[in-house]
Nanobody
Framework: QLQLVESGGDLVQPGGSLRLSCVAA????????IGWFRQAPGKEREGISC????????YYADSVKGRFIISRDNAKNTVYLQMNSLKTEDTGVYYC???????????????????????WGQGTQVTVFS
């Protein structure tokens, strides 16, 4: 079973940056899409970015486009989320999630849907405060 562990959450001021990591164990990620999701207090979990590990193609929610960058390190079986120009509304628990996909399947709006992903990490807290 694919196991995912997030790290890198912290307290940061608006305008600051953080880099989150999602390390996978159990399987290599070549056949997977890895998504980042977040959940603010009292709100539903929302998808913010996804990467197709085999070719590095990426997909972003409009709310983070131009500020966040998703990337992967094949050798480390790790996906990163570089978060820049952070805003107070970026506060929440950030989760990475994995879904096994075929090589022909491309990323799209499905990549940001909670129901599409079978494997989840435990989350890491990001708090942006002024």
């Amino acid at each position: 079973q694919l196991q995912l562990v997030e790290s890198g959450g912290d307290l940061v001021q608006p305008g600051g940056s953080l880099r989150l990591s999602c390390v996978a164990a159990g399987f290599t990620l070549d056949d997977y899409a890895i998504g980042w999701f977040r959940q603010a207090p009292g709100k539903e979990r929302e998808g913010i970015s996804c990467i197709k590990f085999s070719d590095g193609s990426a997909y972003y929610a409009d709310s983070v486009k131009g500020r966040f960058i998703i990337s992967r390190d094949n050798a480390k079986n790790t996906v990163y989320l570089q978060m820049n120009s952070l805003k107070t509304e970026d506060t929440g628990v950030y989760y990475c999630a994995g879904e096994r996909i075929g090589g022909a399947r491309g990323l799209g709006s499905w990549s940001l849907l909670v129901r599409e992903f079978d494997y989840w990490g435990q989350g890491t807290q990001v708090t942006v405060f002024s």
